[in-house]
């Protein structure tokens, strides 16, 4: 996020480059720069004549190249931005020829998302020399949370740890779809606002008692009915809730907790950097590794590798994943 800004900061002063490489598996500052860029070089009269999009899946490198290097028409640059780019990866590194001598006037954009150029090759080398290649990294999980919050700052809005994560848990750690979400709130909710659970529930359609969150938060405190509620909501509603993921979320979990038990300094500020997670759940931990000793951990992590199996359909017998929650509950609760 602070290299975006950066590239953002440099070329609002003026300071443009003949080429913009973005690569990397998360596509959402790859685009944000992309838009950036084609709505800030150019004036809007300029536009007309000198910014082109093209798409990786209708061009060769050759047809690049040559429109790169045409001219301006009655303004200082021309835009060229390429989208999808990856789909050009078999020749993209056929660019070195115009990398080595870019044309000045030309500014060009290009978006090769999913994936990334070899560094230890020459093509790299060229393009970090004449222009930016800026590679757009996949976040954590356990770093959306914070990612979501400082998205929000700037627009003068807040949210609570709980609904972070409930974001999170929900629709993963793609940026894109996050932000889509953040944006309809943002219509709903004045500036000044914070998110809550409860806007969560209303606006997106998360439960802010029966999700993941929630589940674990049973479990840990060993609150058996509670458990229960929400594994009997989950089968009730399995397209929303797939057991895949419940299962994925409770191995992470367990997994912290034996990290938990494995750790001298069990300060607040060590095991929230350890587990990696907001200092805000670490009591929710403490709690956990009191009710579920080293040894239980372990059997549980077993079986969860086990029920992992299941919910992909091997060995199951066609078992509906309601009824093997239920029985992994019983397993983790007993």
């Avoid at 003026?14 to 973005?22: D, E, M, R, T």
């Avoid at 009730?236 to 038990?261: C, G, I, R, W």
Wanted: hydrophobic share 40%; aromatic share 10%.
């Amino acid at each position: 996020m602070d290299e975006v800004k950066a590239l953002v900061a440099d070329i609002k002063k003026g300071h443009i480059k003949p080429i913009y490489f973005l690569m990397g598996e998360e596509a959402y500052y790859i685009d944000k720069l992309s838009e950036f860029i084609e709505s800030s070089v150019l004036t809007e009269e300029e536009r007309g004549f000198n910014q082109v999009v093209l798409y990786g899946r209708d061009v060769s490198i050759e047809d690049i190249i040559g429109q790169a290097k045409r001219y301006p028409m009655m303004a200082e640059y021309q835009v060229v931005i390429v989208k999808e780019a990856q789909d050009l990866s078999r020749t993209i590194e056929k660019l070195s020829a115009y990398a080595e001598a870019p044309q000045p006037s030309t500014v060009l954009v290009v978006n090769y998302k999913y994936k990334k150029i070899d560094k230890r090759k020459a093509f790299y080398k060229i393009l970090k020399k004449h222009g930016v290649v800026y590679e757009s990294k996949k976040l954590y999980e356990n770093q959306v949370a914070d990612w979501i919050r400082r998205v929000l700052a700037p627009k003068n809005y807040s949210i609570s740890p709980k609904a972070a994560q409930m974001l999170v848990e929900f629709l993963g750690t793609e940026l894109s779809k996050i932000n889509n979400e953040l944006e309809k709130l943002q219509i709903i909710l004045k500036p000044g606002s914070e998110i809550t659970p409860e806007h969560i529930e209303e606006n997106i359609g998360i439960s802010k008692d029966f999700n993941n969150f929630e589940l674990r938060n049973a479990i840990g405190n060993r609150d058996s009915k509670k458990a229960y509620q929400i594994v009997k909501y989950f089968s009730e509603n399995p397209k929303d809730n797939p057991m895949v993921v419940t299962v994925a979320l409770l191995f992470n979990y367990f997994s912290q907790l034996l990290q938990y038990h494995g750790l001298n300094d069990k300060s607040s500020k060590s095991v929230a950097s350890v587990l990696k997670i907001n200092p805000y759940f670490v009591n929710d931990y403490v709690i956990a590794a009191k009710n579920y000793p080293m040894k239980k951990i372990s059997v549980i992590v077993s079986q969860l590798r086990s029920f992992d199996v299941k919910s992909k359909g091997v060995g199951s017998n066609a078992v509906p994943q309601g009824d093997l929650l239920k029985e992994l509950m019983a397993h983790i609760l007993a």
